[in-house]
């Protein structure tokens, strides 16, 4: 466990990754408040100062609600970018040790093939959960500053737990064919252009496959949507589980170049 640990902390201290991280997060978070706006201009609450928190006896009945729940399906251009920075996290992961021609001197430590990739796999998807969620909590709780407990009320439940796995599936999904691609091809940049365009390029084409699939479920969770149903947990955990798996066996075979 101390290999694995030192191992990940390893991969998080990539200066470029980081920097991608850091640069991210402030333009999703714009993306995603302009969504914000866009769903406030919907239900038409801007005329009034103070967002109304109650519109029944429950805080999930509320307007304030509706827009946390509506606000992420409607930004597209956030999905876009998020997906784009999640391929950056895990291409770099697995291939830029390759291209800059240092892979031999990671793979010659004491260290198996095994543990390499899972520390590979974690500081991929560390860094797309925390681009997804850092911005989620920052345009969940400052426009709404003045009714904090209400928002914690709301994000408290069971609906808003089912939103954010239904986005956590998304990053899942992504983070898994962007690996996958990463240990098939041996070029850094095809691998990008591979998983990025298998990601978008469905969703652009009008089709309805993950991982963009799963965004007009997160304004359904306040109502019906559950991810934990049968379709959903395949598609959103179990399809992303076995292409890891995959993507390890097929790490671990081929030599490091």
């Known amino acids: 466990m101390g290999k694995l640990r030192d191992l990940f902390a390893w991969e998080l201290s990539d200066s470029l990754r980081l920097l991608l991280f850091l640069l991210g997060v402030p333009s999703l978070t714009y993306l995603l408040a302009v969504g914000y706006l866009k769903s406030q201009w919907g239900v038409g609450s801007v005329s009034s100062h103070i967002p109304p928190v109650y519109t029944t006896g429950s805080f999930l009945g509320s307007i304030t609600a509706l827009h946390l729940f509506d606000y992420p399906s409607l930004s597209t251009g956030f999905w876009v970018l998020l997906s784009l920075l999640v391929v950056l996290f895990s291409v770099m992961a697995f291939r830029y040790d390759r291209e800059n021609g240092y892979a031999l001197s990671v793979y010659s430590l004491p260290f198996g093939k095994g543990e390499i990739f899972t520390a590979k796999v974690l500081s991929a998807l560390t860094l797309s959960l925390l681009s997804l969620y850092v911005p989620l909590l920052i345009v969940d709780m ?116």
């Open 142 to 257: 400052f426009p709404n500053v003045d009714i904090l407990m209400a928002i914690r009320s709301i994000v408290f439940t069971k609906q808003y737990l089912h939103l954010l796995v239904f986005a956590t599936y998304f990053v899942l999904f992504s983070v898994s064919i962007s690996a996958l691609f990463s240990v098939l091809l041996e070029n850094m940049f095809l691998a990008f252009i591979a998983s990025f365009f298998l990601i978008v390029l469905p969703f652009f084409a009008g089709l309805n496959w993950p991982p963009f699939s799963f965004v007009p479920l997160l304004a359904r969770s306040l109502s019906w949507a559950s991810p934990f149903e049968t379709n959903w947990l395949t598609w959103g955990f179990a399809v992303p589980v076995v292409l890891l798996l995959t993507s390890e066996v097929i790490f671990t075979r081929r030599d490091v170049l």
